[in-house]
């Protein structure tokens, strides 16, 4: 069963736009990470944020962290139309030694030139 | 090799056939995983080696799934007696622990007609 639950399921905007994608799961975690997906093949890691940490950057990315709301969002600035893809948030559970992820449906970012 | 690498891209099998999906993590790493993923959906997990063990397979869906990793690299995940249902792509993961991201595979599209 999925864990995350992502909002919203799909994003339509114009390049040079901000896009925020949120994220909210029901159990306590280790770490939370974001994928891509373009053309529903190979997941690309993006950033990882750890259940100690609030905020983190990467490039045109930002990831909050939210533990006492169970949420995380994904903010990419300045998009463009190569963003255009699939965005999956993916939880390590606090207690999972294996480190395996749990994934939300994900948000389809368009990004229209 | 540079990334992990999944084969055959595309399968496609009679009803009640069986298949093998192969998955070449990326040197090193220990950990490895398979996913499920059906079209609009996010990744459901399946298996979890570390090494050449199953340290988790509580995600295979019934006995007719089955995956080995008999030297701690290549996994082979098989499926025997095919059913429509098991039509997804079939995404395979690398990675050193839980505390990083994992490397994702371009993924078998598994269709069972």
């Known amino acids: 069963s999925q864990q995350g639950e992502e909002d919203p399921q799909a994003l339509s905007i114009q390049e040079g736009e901000n896009a925020t994608m949120n994220c909210s799961y029901k159990t306590s975690i280790n770490n939370l990470q974001w994928y891509r997906q373009n053309s529903g093949r190979g997941l690309v890691h993006l950033i990882l944020?750890?259940?100690?940490?609030r905020e983190k950057h990467s490039g045109r990315l930002r990831v909050t962290l939210d533990t006492s709301k169970k949420s995380s969002s994904l903010l990419i600035t300045a998009s463009r139309a190569a963003d255009t893809a699939s965005y999956f948030c993916a939880t390590v559970q606090l207690y999972n030694q294996g480190g395996k992820l749990i994934f939300g449906q994900g948000t389809e970012l368009s990004v229209k030139p | 090799g540079a990334g992990v690498s999944q084969t055959p891209s595309n399968k496609v099998t009679e009803k009640g056939k069986y298949v093998e999906l192969r998955c070449d993590p990326i040197s090193g790493h220990t950990a490895l995983y398979w996913y499920r993923q059906s079209l609009g959906q996010g990744p459901e997990f399946l298996i979890y080696?570390?090494?050449?063990?199953?340290?988790?397979d509580s995600g295979l869906p019934n006995d007719r799934f089955f995956a080995v990793r008999p030297e701690g690299s290549v996994s082979t995940l098989k499926i025997q007696r095919t059913e429509r249902g098991d039509s997804a792509v079939y995404l395979c993961?690398?990675?050193?622990?839980?505390?990083?991201?994992?490397?994702f595979g371009s993924g078998t599209r598994l269709t069972v007609v």
């Open positions: 944020i750890r259940s100690n940490e």
């Open positions: 993961a690398s990675g050193r622990d839980r505390f990083y991201g994992y490397t």
């Open positions: 080696f570390q090494g050449t063990g199953a340290a988790d």
